[in-house]
Each structure stands twice: as C-alpha cells, then as structure tokens.
C-alpha cells in the first residue's frame, strides 16, 4: 500500500487561507469516507483534526474544514495563525482492512 | 482525563524482540480498537497493524511491512494492549506510538511514544 500523495510544503501569511491536497486511488480515498487529518508539532503526538472527510472533533477550530472529490481529499485552514504551522497527515482506510497516511506536508507561516 | 502510556522502547540488536505496552485510562478501553502507528526520524507517520475488541473477536491486521514480525494483543481486563515485535531490522527504528478508534479509522488519543532503535 502506498502512502497518499501530498505536497512536501505550503507556505502562507497569517490571515490567509491554504489548502492542502491529499491524492489516492480508488482502493483508498475515492472508495471510502474515513480521510481523517492531523496536525504534528515538533516532537509531539499528532493530533486528530478532521476525521470522515469534514468532521472537527470536539475543541478543533472551525478554520479547520475537510472534503472530498474522487480519489482526493483537502484539508482547508483559513484564517492562519501562528500556532497552524506543523505538519499535517491525512489517512484513509484501504480496501484491505489497512489504514494508510500520506507523505506529510510541512505548513509554514510566514 | 484520557491518558495512553506506552512503554517497553530501548536498544535491541537486528534479529531480536522487543514488546511495547500501551496502558490506557480515561475512555472505554474494551469497546475501542487499538492501533500502533510509528514514525521513523524526520519521517513521516506509518500504520503499524491494529487490534479489535471483543466484539469482533479481537481480530488483527497488519501492515505489508512487519507482517509476519509484528503480533498485537490487548488484556481488556488491564486496559492495556501490546506491541510484540520479532525479527527486528534497522529500518524498524522508530518512535512507536499507540492510539485508539472509536467508531471508523479515525484516531482521537495517542500516547506520547516509545523510541525503539534497531542497532548491532
């Protein structure tokens, strides 16, 4: 199973909206509605943001906001602020019971 | 207040085992799945394997990658769940992390990590 493709790097003013893309195939993201988000600062935990395309759990910001088109989900922050610069992962669950994360993408606030 | 805990990391030379455990309190335990998810350094996030609860008869699933190597178990009664690792090579080098599903493969609690490095 390969990891979901992300770009390695978005970058923004604070204020501003960015999007990050999640691409898959039709065995994972395009086949299922559990693509699920999380943010990671330096050497802590990741943190659920997004799960079943665009759900926020409890707490989680509605500048947080997910979806879905085919094979590929987004995740949306608008309103950038210092503290959204970490690293974001999107999952899927796979045709083959598996869950599979994407590459990664590090967001920086310029 | 939910707390998940792991612990067993260290030193182990390629070929040998090493067992993680994953203490959690604060959610129900029994009716949660429990999934290893590690991340080697500066990399990205990896699904390790996953167990079930009782409900669905405890059953496993693995990543192509430690299949066969990897065995995870939970005692319920002890709200704790476990990371057999065998075979061991260097590129098992990781921090090791346990989380948990509620309903779907979403993960809303994760412990702080176990560091485990693969080295002769």
């Known amino acids: 199973q390969s990891a979901l493709t992300q770009p390695a790097s978005v970058s923004a003013s604070p204020g501003q909206s960015i999007t990050i893309s999640c691409t898959g195939t039709?065995?994972?993201?395009?086949?299922?509605?559990?693509v699920s988000w999380y943010q990671q600062h330096p050497a802590k935990a990741p943190k659920l943001m997004i799960y079943?395309?665009?759900n926020r759990p409890s707490g989680i910001s509605d500048r947080f906001s997910g979806s879905k088109s085919g094979n590929a989900a987004s995740l949306t922050i608008s309103g950038l602020q210092a503290e959204d610069e970490a690293d974001y992962y999107c999952?899927?669950?796979?045709?083959?019971?598996?869950?599979?994360f994407g590459t990664g993408t590090k967001v920086t606030v310029l | 207040e939910v707390q998940v805990v792991e612990s067993g990391g260290g030193l182990v030379q390629p070929g040998g085992s090493l067992k993680l455990s994953c203490a959690a309190s604060?959610?129900?335990?029994?009716?949660?799945?429990v999934h290893w998810v590690r991340q080697a350094s500066g990399k990205g996030l990896e699904w390790v394997g996953r167990?079930?609860?009782?409900?669905?008869?405890?059953?496993?699933v693995y990543a192509a990658s430690v299949k066969g190597r990897f065995t995870i178990s939970r005692d319920d009664s002890k709200n704790t769940a476990y990371l057999q690792m065998s075979s061991l090579k260097t590129e098992d080098t990781a921090v090791y992390y346990c989380?948990?599903?509620?309903?779907?493969?979403?993960?809303?609690?994760w412990g702080q990590g176990t560091l485990v490095t693969v080295s002769s």
């Open positions: 167990v079930r609860g009782k409900a669905n008869n405890y059953a496993t």
């Open positions: 999952s899927s669950y796979t045709s083959t019971y598996t869950v599979v």
């Open positions: 604060g959610f129900t335990f029994s009716g949660s799945t």
């Open positions: 989380t948990r599903s509620n309903s779907g493969d979403s993960f809303d609690y």
């Open positions: 039709s065995s994972d993201v395009g086949g299922y509605n559990s």
């Open positions: 079943d395309v665009n």
